[in-house]
């Protein structure tokens, strides 16, 4: 099977029938000197571990986070210039020589990039040319600043492509090019914040940390709903909180794509069970957040479609993850009706801020604009449908090795036991939660990319397990029995 390609290997069968057709200069690392870099620290014996990450049991069995390396026994020191003020020749040749093996560390560990949701396949050379600029976009993308240097035009352009995509009119939506993800959820939430400041927030389990952190930040009561073991909201305990608290008004966030398992809530039954439990639309805020997801799924027709035409209040999704934008960066949108609510004027800037940030990087509505105009629907959905084929090979390639291993349906993550080995872990940049692991399948994952790694990690599991003492985990709670490889599960 390690011969097989991309291209190659046909569509799964459950998934053939879901996939929608749209018809719509560089330093040289040889050309310097090395010189040895700071050595990274490990622990000095003392107790103050600084070296790689481990995973420790406590009394109660449970497993205990020890984080990983410390970064400011390595750092790279600022050193003065010269009494003269002038950079010499020998601070110039080193400041080379540092960053040519910088940009070298970047290509190998850009090889081994498996674990986090970014499209590393871009090619942004064109817009080299305007790197010299200080280009802010303060105040609201709308209203044009004072400040002259901006690109605005660029990012109310993206913003109207997403709201195409989503289904609102120009004159409808409001919203903003974020500097991240988590910005998006946070402006999200906020605007539920404010059109019911007595609601209270209702996500699952498995929402991202930054849905948790914006109900610290804004002091609202929260509440957790569980989940199923696909990672998807259970709704039946969702209506059962709900009816709990039926005299304060719902807000409620929507995981398009869950961080761990790539789960996506059903958006449908969400509202049904809303309006079951006696919540009218004026009652209730759905945020929905989709990071990776959001922009994967509109190209996928049996997937619980996100559309403005649903009695939704906003959709963030971010731009660093599926686009390709090579810095962080997101996309907010939410209705124009609820915006006033949040904003105000501020003579300083000549502008409205509505937004959760003052200053806002004025290049990534560049890379975005480049790419969107670059691949648009059609493209985009073409990455879709390799993402999709390729987690589904890595996901059987799994099963077949005897790896528990779970991809929930119209998803690009692929679920599997943590490595025993912390290193191959990192070697891989896994990303990990308990007992399980994932792949995030994006369209810089290539098939020859996948069987390195799973050449890798059957040949270090049949190390690891090879004494019979140490057995692979069981993963039943995690992603269901019917997807576990363990003893008991066989």
């Known amino acids: ?158 913003l109207d492509w997403f709201a195409r995509l989503w289904e609102i009119k120009k004159d409808e939506y409001w919203g903003y090019i974020t500097n991240c993800g988590t910005e998006g959820n946070l402006h999200g939430i906020l605007v539920g914040r404010e059109v019911f400041p007595d609601g209270i927030l209702y996500a699952s389990k498995e929402s991202h940390y930054s849905i948790f952190k914006a109900a610290r930040m804004y002091r609202m009561d929260c509440v957790k709903i569980e989940t199923l073991s696909s990672g998807e909201v259970d709704c039946a305990d969702f209506r059962a909180k709900l009816l709990q608290n039926k005299n304060k008004p719902a807000i409620i966030n929507v995981n398009i794509g869950t961080t761990v398992k790539g789960a996506v809530d059903d958006l449908d039954l969400v509202i049904l069970t809303l309006e079951e439990c006696g919540f009218p639309h004026n009652r209730f805020y759905i945020h929905c957040d989709g990071a990776l997801f959001g922009l994967m799924l509109p190209f996928v027709t049996k997937a619980p479609q996100v559309t403005f035409k649903k009695p939704i209040g906003s959709v963030s999704v971010s731009g660093h993850k599926f686009v390709g934008c090579p810095m962080p960066c997101g996309i907010q949108i939410t209705r124009m009706e609820h915006i006033n609510a949040l904003s105000s004027n501020v003579e300083y800037l000549a502008s409205r801020d509505a937004t959760i940030m003052g200053s806002r990087n004025g290049h990534a509505p560049l890379f975005l604009w480049y790419t969107l105009n670059r691949k648009g629907y059609r493209g985009f959905q073409k990455e879709v449908q390799k993402c999709l084929r390729n987690a589904h090979y890595l996901k059987d390639r799994l099963r077949e090795a005897g790896i528990s291993a779970m991809l929930n349906e119209l998803s690009s993550t692929v679920v599997f036991e943590r490595p025993h080995d912390e290193e191959f872990i990192r070697r891989w940049q896994l990303a990990c939660q308990g007992t399980i692991a994932h792949v995030v399948v994006m369209p810089n994952v290539t098939i020859e990319k996948l069987n390195d790694f799973l050449d890798d990690l059957v040949e270090k599991r049949s190390t690891w397990f090879k004494d019979g003492i140490n057995q692979p985990p069981c993963v039943a709670p995690e992603i269901g029995k019917e997807n576990c490889s363990c003893a008991l599960h066989l």
């Open 1 to 158: 099977m390690t011969g097989l390609t991309a291209a190659s290997r046909p569509l799964p069968k459950e998934l053939s029938n879901s996939i929608d057709i749209l018809n719509r200069k560089d330093l040289d690392p040889t050309a310097v000197v090395l010189e040895p870099l700071p050595p990274v620290a490990y622990s000095n014996g003392n107790g103050n571990d600084v070296g790689v990450k481990k995973i420790k049991i406590g009394e109660n069995g449970e497993r205990e986070i020890v984080l990983g390396r410390n970064i400011h026994s390595s750092c790279l020191d600022i050193t003065e210039p010269e009494d003269n003020d002038e950079v010499t020749g020998d601070k110039e040749a080193y400041m080379a020589s540092v960053l040519a093996r910088y940009r070298q560390s970047l290509l190998e560990r850009t090889k081994n990039h498996l674990g986090y949701p970014y499209n590393l396949d871009f090619d942004y050379g064109a817009l080299g040319q305007l790197q010299h600029f200080s280009i802010n976009n303060l105040g609201d993308p709308f209203i044009e600043s004072n400040y002259g240097v901006h690109s605005r035009q660029f990012e109310v352009g993206v």
